[in-house]
């Protein structure tokens, strides 16, 4: 019966471990989907889906110009921690003026979809 109790309390304890993880949220981000669509040697298109929660790290932007066909909130993180949140509403169409790298992160409650034209 001993035995029992010594392979029964440490299973206990991983059990407990994971269900205080799992309830803490993931450890890290998803990353959004991405389907390319069209390509040549100059320019890519690209199908993005960012489902809630979902980061890109910081690169450079110059110049993408995206339309965005289901909107939704994401946010700018730059190099030096500064933040710009901005809500894209379905419909719309942007170029991408910031010239700064910056990641990307969905934190609404919607997916955000969006067709991105980039510049290789």
């Known amino acids: 019966m001993t035995k029992t ?21 993931p450890a890290f981000a998803a990353a959004p989907t991405l389907k390319t669509l069209a390509e040549d040697a100059t320019t890519q298109v690209v199908d993005v889906v960012e489902h809630p929660g979902d980061s890109s790290p910081a690169a450079k932007r110059t110049g993408n110009i995206i339309y965005v066909i289901t909107g939704g909130t ?8 500064t933040k710009q949140t901005a809500t894209r509403k379905a419909g719309e169409a942007a170029i991408i003026t910031e010239k700064r790298a910056y990641g990307v992160k969905n934190v609404g409650t919607t997916t955000v979809h969006l067709i991105e034209i980039e510049k290789k």
Do not use: C, K, Q, V
């Open 5 to 25: 109790h010594t392979i029964i309390l440490p299973g206990a304890a991983i059990a407990g471990l994971i269900l205080a993880l799992a309830a803490s949220g």
């Open 74 to 81: 994401l946010e700018r993180t730059f190099d030096d921690g």
